[in-house]
C-alpha cells in the first residue's frame, strides 16, 4: 500500500479516534530505521506514522552539510518509494519543528509542496508539527495561525504543541517549573479560539501532562493522563461540542506504564511519538552482535576477520529486526494492531 493520500490520512485518524486507539509514530533517521518500521508495522498488520526531526533531517542530507530540508524532502521520497512493497499504509511527518529552524526546515517544506500540489501532485508530507513550545503562547498561537491555512491548502495536518514536554529532543531543550509541564484549558482555550475546531484547517494538538523527552525509568515522572479528560470536558463545554473534540498527541512518553498509555489514548490521543525506545532497541542489537562476534567483526592480530560478519548487511538485518520488534510492541501498547485500513 502506497503513502496515504491526505484522505486515507483522515480516515486513519478519524478511525483511531472512534475505535479508541492511537497510532504509533516512529522517528527515523535512515533507510534502515525506515525499513524497521515498515518491517514492524507489516508484521504488526498496523498502519502507523514515519517522522523526521530537524537532527534526523541534518543526518538524512548527509552529516557534513547543513541542507535538513533538503534531507527530509530525500527521507519522504525514500518512504513513497519502497512503502509500496508493504501491506499497510503509513503517513509521513516533520516532527518537531522550533522558530529558530522555520526558514530552513518547515518553510522550504511547505514552499515545495505547494509548488508540487499546484503541478497536481501529492503533497510531500501528510502533516507538519510547529512546535512554538520554547516562545510565549500568543506568539506560538499566532505562528500556529499563519501556519494552518498554507497545511489546510494543500491537504496536509498540522500539528502545534501546548504547554512545555521537558528533557531534550534533537538539542531542542525544555527547563523550566514544574507547571509549565501541565497544560491548562485556559491555554488550549486560546489555541481553539485563534484555530477553530476544524473549520478553517484540521490540526492536531500536543498538550503536555508532565511528559519528559528522552530516557527514565518507569515512575520517574510524574504523568497526569487524566488531565487531558480534564481538558477535553473543559473545551466541549466553552464552544458546545461533543465529547473529545480535540484530536491529540502524546510526547515524551518512554517508560510510560501502559496504563498510562491507555489512559491518555482514552481521553483522545490518536498519535503517540516513539523514538527513544527503537533507537535503543536498534543499537542494543548491534552491540549485541558485535560482541558475539568479536573475532569476525574485527581483524585481530593480523588475521582477516570474518567478512559475512562485518557486512553492514549482515548486522544491519539483526538491527531492523530488533527495532521491527519494538514496532510491533508499540501497536500492541496503543491498540492499533491488527486494524490496517489496507486489511
Known amino acids: 500500500m502506497p503513502v496515504a493520500t491526505p484522505e486515507q490520512y483522515a480516515e486513519m485518524l478519524t478511525r483511531a479516534k472512534d475505535g479508541g486507539y492511537a497510532f504509533p509514530a516512529f522517528n527515523v533517521s535512515s533507510s534502515q530505521t525506515i525499513n524497521a518500521v515498515l518491517q514492524g508495522l507489516a508484521e504488526a498488520g498496523s498502519d502507523g506514522i514515519i517522522q523526521v526531526t530537524t537532527g534526523g533531517a541534518d543526518y538524512f542530507a548527509g552529516h557534513t552539510v547543513k541542507a535538513r530540508a533538503t534531507g527530509a524532502i530525500a527521507m519522504a521520497q525514500y518512504v513513497r518509494t519502497v512503502a509500496d512493497s508493504y501491506g499497510v499504509t503509513v503517513a509521513i511527518h516533520t516532527d518537531h519543528c522550533p522558530k529558530n529552524a522555520l526558514d530552513d526546515f518547515l518553510l522550504p517544506i511547505l514552499a515545495a509542496s505547494e509548488e508540487q500540489v499546484k503541478a497536481g501532485g501529492a503533497p510531500i508530507f501528510n502533516s507538519h508539527m510547529w512546535d512554538g513550545s520554547a516562545v510565549p503562547l500568543d506568539e506560538n498561537i499566532e505562528i500556529a495561525k499563519e501556519l494552518l491555512p498554507r497545511t489546510h491548502n494543500i491537504g496536509a495536518i498540522l500539528e502545534i504543541e501546548v504547554g512545555v514536554v521537558g528533557g531534550e529532543e534533537d538539542g531542542v531543550a525544555h527547563e523550566g517549573s514544574n507547571d509549565a509541564l501541565y497544560t491548562t484549558v485556559g491555554d488550549v482555550t486560546k489555541a481553539v479560539e485563534a484555530l477553530g475546531l476544524g473549520e478553517n484547517g484540521k490540526y492536531i494538538s500536543a498538550l503536555t501532562f508532565g511528559n519528559v523527552h528522552g530516557v527514565y525509568k518507569p515512575g520517574g515522572v510524574k504523568l497526569r493522563p487524566e488531565l487531558l479528560g480534564e481538558i477535553q470536558a473543559g473545551i466541549a463545554e466553552k464552544f458546545g461540542t461533543g465529547p473529545k473534540p480535540l484530536d491529540l498527541v502524546f510526547h515524551g512518553g518512554s517508560g510510560s506504564s501502559d496504563e498510562e ?52 548487511r549482515a548486522w544491519g538485518k539483526v538491527a531492523e529486526t530488533a527495532m521491527a520488534a519494538r514496532v510491533v510492541e508499540s501497536t500492541k501498547q496503543l491498540g492499533s494492531f491488527g486494524k490496517s485500513i489496507s486489511a
Not at 527503537?278 to 542489537?285: D, G, K, L, V, W
Request: aromatic residues 10%; hydrophobic residues 40%.
Open 261 to 312: 498509555i491507555a489512559t491518555a489514548v482514552a481521553n483522545g490521543v490518536i498519535k503517540m511519538n516513539i523514538d527513544t525506545d527503537t533507537q535503543y532497541a536498534f543499537t542494543r542489537s548491534v552491540a549485541g552482535y558485535m560482541l558475539a562476534n568479536y573475532e569476525g567483526v574485527l581483524k585481530i592480530d593480523g588475521e582477516v576477520g570474518n567478512k559475512k560478519q562485518y557486512d553492514p
